[in-house]
């Protein structure tokens, strides 16, 4: 099972740029087929929450609601690769940055999700830091 790689994690200031890459973001289903890939964080003491997610088949993206307008998820197919823009970053930003893709799905609307529980394998996440 190929896990995906987070890189691009860092510390930076309060209104500062971040760009998270995450390389082998590839359903692991052997059929051919259209899926999430999603973006996720985890702060200490909380649970993971979902950050943005996009569709490979039409790109359809979804945000949450903390991040719309500063972070942007994008994709590039060919290479297996899911990134996140993160812009305007602010301290509660501050987390354990994962990706992964989701089981196989014919409805881009089953991106728009308030849980982890369709997605998998995890990576070992990158940390960002955002400090006030």
């Known amino acids: 099972q190929v896990q995906p790689v987070e890189t691009g994690g860092g510390s930076v200031q309060a209104g500062g740029s971040l760009t998270l890459s995450c390389a082998n973001s590839q359903s692991t289903y052997s059929i051919p087929s259209n899926y999430c890939r999603g973006w996720f964080r985890q702060a200490p003491g909380k649970q993971r929450e979902v950050v943005a997610t996009?569709?490979?088949?039409?790109?359809?993206?979804y945000y949450i609601d903390s991040v719309k307008g500063r972070f942007t998820i994008s994709q590039d197919n060919a290479k297996n690769t899911v990134y996140l823009q993160m812009n305007s970053l602010k301290p509660e930003d501050t987390a354990m940055y994962y990706c992964a893709p989701s089981r196989p799905t014919p409805d881009p609307r089953r991106c728009v999700v308030n849980d982890d529980s369709a997605f998998g394998p995890w990576g070992q996440g990158t940390q960002v830091t955002v400090s006030a």
């Open positions: 996009i569709y490979t088949g039409d790109g359809t993206t």
